[in-house]
């Protein structure tokens, strides 16, 4: 009679195995999730960062654009108490008798006289949003002076307190006006400067 042999050939694991075997997956799957979170911030910081500097670029395309083609004689820069400067200027408008000086915006209704105003005025300052955040805003004023339209252009200007401020500035030499704006970077403390000269209408 042949002795009884022990089958060397296990089947299942440990217990010690399965705790090394989980561990070892625990430590893999937190490190994939700390790396698909780092990965999502970044994006969104990139993101973020290219959607402010589109409209940086698309604000003051249209700050120059109006610029341009103001009456010289129209401008009125002054200082406000946040430290910057706030422009106000007419622009070539149409009305019943030909070319006149004025505001224009399309959302200021359906038809060109109401899209035309003359003797209205468009005016770019710097005033915090409801949440408390100081942006450049356009402004269209009748013409009492009262607000009828108010868009946001840019958002994180410099006001005073800060290092770089005044974020708005507006100064001529000549007949050439020139233009800076200045704002917060995503992370808040640098500053980013945008500078553009334009030559009016005379």
């Known amino acids: 009679m042949k002795p009884l042999q022990h089958n060397r050939h296990r089947k299942g694991f440990t217990l010690i195995e399965i ?16 790396g698909v979170h780092i990965s ?13 500097n589109r409209k940086i670029r698309d604000g003051i395309g249209l700050l120059r654009k109006e610029l341009k083609s103001c009456r010289e004689t129209s401008i009125v820069v002054s200082q406000e108490r946040n430290g910057n400067d706030q ?9 019943i008798f030909g070319i006149g000086w004025g505001a224009y915006d ?27 955040i100081p942006c450049l805003l356009r402004q269209i004023l ?8 108010e868009v946001q252009i840019v958002s994180n200007v410099l006001v005073n307190g800060h290092a770089d401020a005044p974020g708005f500035t507006v ?17 808040g403390q640098s500053a980013r400067t945008e500078t553009f000269q334009v030559q009016t209408r005379n």
């Open 19 to 34: 705790i090394l075997a989980v561990g070892i997956f625990s430590v893999v799957g937190v490190g994939l999730t700390q």
């Open 40 to 52: 999502q911030t970044t994006h969104q910081s990139v993101s973020t960062e290219s959607n402010s």
């Open 87 to 95: 422009l106000v200027f007419q622009v070539p408008v149409e009305s």
């Open 106 to 132: 399309r959302y200021l209704g359906s038809t060109s006289n109401e899209q035309n105003r003359v003797n209205w005025k468009i005016c770019y300052v710097v005033q915090n949003n409801a949440q408390g």
């Open 142 to 149: 009748d013409g009492g002076g009262a607000l009828q339209r």
């Open 171 to 187: 100064s001529a030499t000549g007949d050439v006006w020139e233009v800076t704006l200045k704002t917060l970077t995503g992370d």
